[in-house]
């Protein structure tokens, strides 16, 4: 988390989901989340991270097969997160997916101008949790 006296890391601030790949071991790079994801990643001045991203083309549902559907068509984590040189990890403490939190998520970063790009680090795959994936994320500075 940055001090009060320094500058606001570049990081900091509201960013727009752009696209989502995911590559799960053995297979090519897929946009999991279809071509047009939509989400947000906001990070604090006071060090909270909250994250929320949902597939394109999310259909209301009530019954428990589409409620299904929805879960597995979303993420949303939220936690303090801590800034090193290439990457930031946040440390979990609410998320749509339990087994989350209490965890540590690790994302490698590069900004270039109002573009931010994020490689995850290597973990199951949180619809086939027997594969590791990697997924990378482009965001765009929310103005």
Not at 30 to 56: C, M, Q, S, W
Request: hydrophobic share 40%; charged share 25%; net charge neutral.
């Amino acid at each position: 988390m940055p001090s009060a006296t320094s500058e606001p890391h570049p990081l900091i601030g509201s960013w727009k989901l752009v696209s989502l790949q995911t590559t799960i071991e053995g297979e090519a790079p897929h946009n999991a989340f279809g071509e047009h994801p939509k989400g947000y990643l906001v990070l604090t001045p006071d060090g909270r991270a909250v994250a929320f991203f949902i597939a394109e083309g999310r259909k209301a549902g009530i019954g428990d097969a589409e409620r299904a559907d929805l879960h597995k068509s979303m993420v949303a984590a939220t936690g303090k997160y801590r800034i090193a040189r290439d990457h930031f990890t946040i440390a979990v403490d609410v998320s749509w997916n339990e087994s989350w939190n209490g965890i540590e998520l690790k994302r490698y970063f590069t900004l270039k101008g109002d573009k931010l790009f994020i490689e995850t680090a290597p973990a199951p795959n949180i619809l086939r949790p027997d594969k590791m994936a990697v997924s990378k994320l482009v965001f765009e500075r929310e103005k």
